[in-house]
T-cell receptor, first 114, second 114 residues
Framework: DAGITQSPRHKVTETGTPVTLRCHQTENHRYMYWYRQDPGHGLRLIHYSYGVKDTDKGEVSDGYSVSRSKTEDFLLTLESATSSQTSVYFC?????????????FGQGTRLTVV | KNQVEQSPQSLIILEGKNCTLQCNYTVSPFSNLRWYKQDTGRGPVSLTIMTFSENTKSNGRYTATLDADTKQSSLHITASQLSDSASYICVVTFYGGSQGNLIFGKGTKLSVKP
């Protein structure tokens, strides 16, 4: 599993509250990603990081922010959760380069906004 | 625009039968293509990787093909088992700095019935 841990695994929160999801890796990978997965949409990129304090937006970044102050941790924050952010969130790391590039995923976090 | 399209969206087959899943991509410059298997409630896991020079690769009952000229790949599953029930996701890696270099298809949901 490339040493990826997501926390929490499940969370229920109320609309308008801030929520932070954590992704922790133990193998010093440079690239880390946050995706959300919804029925009919597959995995969609929210934000990604290519180093400490280096992040960029993905295709569905509105309403989300990220931070990476250490190589091993990539945090995803919903500043003010909305019902449309109910989803399963996956963290991933990228291992290797060029033709050998492979993504490894965490176990996922199921977030419900009520 | 870099895109990965998969078909069919879903598929139901009887145990023991074969099936083929399709992936078409418009990603450039191409680095590699991976097929991932995602069991319900779990993160995706890589099944096989195809690089530009490879046409066919097998992993047990899974055989992937790649036609780099037409930008098409297929995943053939032989003698299906109940444990093959999952979503199969085609992921193309490309050279360049945007989107973290990974483009995901929406997946094909395979159900194997006894």
């Amino acid at each position: 599993d490339a040493g990826i841990t997501q926390s929490p695994r499940h969370k229920v929160t109320e609309t308008g509250t801030p929520v932070t999801l954590r992704c922790h890796q133990t193998e010093n990978h440079r690239y880390m990603y946050w995706y959300r997965q919804d029925p009919g949409h597959g995995l969609r990129l929210i934000h990604y990081s290519y180093g400490v304090k280096d992040t960029d937006k993905g295709e569905v970044s509105d309403g989300y922010s990220v931070s990476r102050s250490k190589t091993e941790d990539f945090l995803l924050t919903l500043e003010s959760a909305t019902s449309s952010q109910t989803s399963v969130y996956f963290c991933a790391i990228r291992q290797g380069g060029g033709e050998n590039t492979e993504a490894f995923f965490g176990q996922g976090t199921r977030l419900t906004v009520v | 625009k870099n895109q990965v399209e998969q078909s069919p969206q879903s598929l139901i087959i009887l145990e023991g039968k074969n099936c083929t899943l399709q992936c078409n991509y418009t990603v450039s410059p191409f680095s590699n293509l991976r097929w991932y298997k995602q069991d319900t409630g779990r993160g995706p896991v890589s099944l096989t990787i195809m690089t530009f020079s490879e046409n066919t690769k097998s992993n047990g009952r899974y055989t992937a093909t790649l036609d780099a000229d037409t930008k098409q790949s297929s995943l053939h599953i032989t003698a299906s088992q109940l444990s093959d029930s999952a979503s199969y996701i085609c992921v193309v890696t490309f050279y360049g700095g945007s989107q973290g270099n990974l483009i995901f298809g929406k997946g094909t949901k395979l159900s194997v019935k006894p």
